[in-house]
């Protein structure tokens, strides 16, 4: 008799309701220690409590507030390099890349992974979006580290050989082509073990989103691998990198007759790009510490899992993960002047369009009341037919036009 049926078997006296929440307990603990890899957390794999209401809502909101800032800032960044000629350089097409990862993580996997984890507690959306979210969720995570290293090492490069030919818009687009593809067949394993388990008793035929992996230690292999190429190993090549760019940019001289504007300018424009970069990187690091911390626990000790708060805690570290999909726009907006003075201009467009559409409601509300009650003073001397062609004017709505100076 395996596991699940001996489950089955001694929950016989127990109700449909009470069976369901000891299978999803059992479920959850059996899928971290045996079946999913260190990145099966990231998908619903069944929640053992009921998560406090404040606790539930306040995430919700802040959730609300992370899709809301992530989608709207990194559409403003590619929006922003598309139709500015002078922005268009390697540099920017790398951010351009991390700016779609962030898009396709926050349209398709944010939302679904809430309900999923907060709401529902069990994987309602169907067997093609659960192994489809989950590879797409790790395909953007991988493909930002490596985008981050990519873009690590071409300003390194800029900066260490200012002299030599650099890295051409061509082959920038063919290493972006090159890090999605590596970053998709790195991820496919995960959309291969992913599946929907279904709970074998009433009430209702409700699955949950796992990854299942018949052989422990090669689900062991590739979590590791997973954790070492999307984490420890990117943030080592980038610390060591942007420490000699330091060195370069802080304390040495630009090579070339001495020029002292010159270098000042150099340098400058030189800090101002370094700094941007560092402070993404470094926003990526920390985002992502916490999850990948309790998830190394949880995976050499599962027991930790039986208690409440570190389930609260791993919620929030999730949380704490997707807030990075929003991070980097304001980082853009912070600290470069274009990004900053693009932001401005998408806000004052909707402030202006905001204003308009208020003027042209307000008019038509003050010449509809105006209308009523020059209807109901005539109404008494003529007759209707007569009252309405008398005071309703011939003139459309939509002709109407308010000053604005928008």
């Known amino acids: 008799m395996s596991a699940n049926s001996s489950l089955i078997f001694l929950l016989g006296n127990f109700s449909d309701e009470e069976k369901f ?29 009921e998560i406090p209401r404040a606790v539930k809502w306040s995430l919700l909101i802040l959730y609300v507030v992370i899709i809301i800032v992530a989608l709207g800032g990194n559409l403003v960044v590619c929006w922003t390099v598309f139709t500015k000629q002078r922005l268009r350089t390697v540099t920017n097409f790398f951010i351009v890349s991390l700016s779609v990862s962030d898009i396709i993580m926050t349209i398709l996997c944010i939302p679904l992974t809430l309900l999923s984890n907060m709401f529902f507690y069990y994987w309602p959306f169907g067997h093609f979006l659960c192994p489809f979210v989950g590879y797409l969720q790790l395909m953007s995570v991988i493909l930002r580290a490596f985008t981050l290293v990519a873009l690590t090492c071409d300003r390194h490069y800029v900066i260490w050989r200012p002299l030599k030919q650099r890295l051409k818009k061509l082959h920038a687009k063919f290493i972006i082509l090159s890090l999605w593809v590596a970053a998709a067949i790195i991820a ?31 689900r062991y292999a590739y979590s590791v691998s997973i954790m070492l190429l999307q984490y420890f190993v990117p943030l080592f090549l980038m610390l060591v990198t942007y420490i000699h760019i330091g060195v370069i940019v802080w304390i040495k001289r630009p090579p070339g007759e001495a020029d002292k504007n010159r270098d000042m300018r150099l340098q400058r424009s030189k800090r101002k790009t370094v700094k941007m970069l560092i402070a993404v990187v470094i926003a990526y690091a920390f985002t992502w510490m916490p999850l990948h911390v309790i998830t190394l626990i949880g995976d050499i000790n599962p027991e930790i899992y039986d208690e409440m708060y570190v389930h ?12 990075n999909c929003a991070t980097n726009p304001i980082i853009y907006c912070w600290m470069n002047s274009t990004f900053r003075s693009a932001f401005v201009n998408i806000f004052k467009k909707i402030q202006c369009v905001a204003i308009s559409n208020f003027r042209k409601t307000k008019v038509l509300s003050r010449r509809s009341r105006s209308q009523v009650k020059s209807f109901s003073m005539h109404r008494s001397q003529n007759s209707k037919e007569q009252s309405i062609e008398k005071v309703l004017p011939h003139r459309k709505f939509n002709n109407i036009h308010t000053t604005s100076t928008c």
């Open 21 to 49: 929440k000891m299978w999803e307990r059992h479920q959850f603990f059996s899928t971290l220690e045996n079946n999913g890899s260190l990145y099966s957390n990231t998908m619903n794999v069944g929640v053992p409590y």
């Open 312 to 323: 609260i805690i791993w919620l929030f570290a999730h949380f704490l993960a997707f807030i």
């Open 188 to 218: 496919l394993p995960t959309a291969l073990h992913s599946k929907i388990i279904y709970l074998p008793f009433e009430p209702g035929s409700k699955g949950l989103c796992i990854e299942s992996w018949e052989n422990h230690n090669a």
